[in-house]
């Protein structure tokens, strides 16, 4: 038993490394527009854990089209934790 939940660790921290690679890095020459920001609002919890532990990443793109990139990263970060109806449901 022990040995499956150690595997599992290991493909969670993997996941979780290669997931904060996508996370946003310094100022770009691309602009990051809606679907970026989702996809950046669904990896901040990555990039935050690889924030902890010292590692370059940015958890908010600095180039960004504004309020629709300002959207899609809420909406990422609701989507993340089930956008709290599902919690609300379950009481």
Do not use: D
Not at 13 to 23: E, G, P, V, Y
Not at 44 to 63: D, M, R
């Amino acid at each position: 038993m022990k040995k499956q939940t150690l595997c599992y660790l290991l493909i969670f921290f993997f996941c979780a490394f290669n997931l904060m690679s996508c996370a946003p890095a310094g100022h770009t020459a691309a602009s990051y527009g809606f679907f970026s920001g989702i996809l950046h609002g669904f990896l901040f919890v990555f990039a935050l854990i690889g924030k902890l532990f010292g590692v370059h990443c940015g958890i908010y793109a600095e180039h960004n089209t504004g309020f629709f990139y300002w959207l899609g990263f809420i909406i990422g970060i609701g989507g993340l934790g089930g956008g709290g109806r599902e919690a609300a449901r379950r009481r």
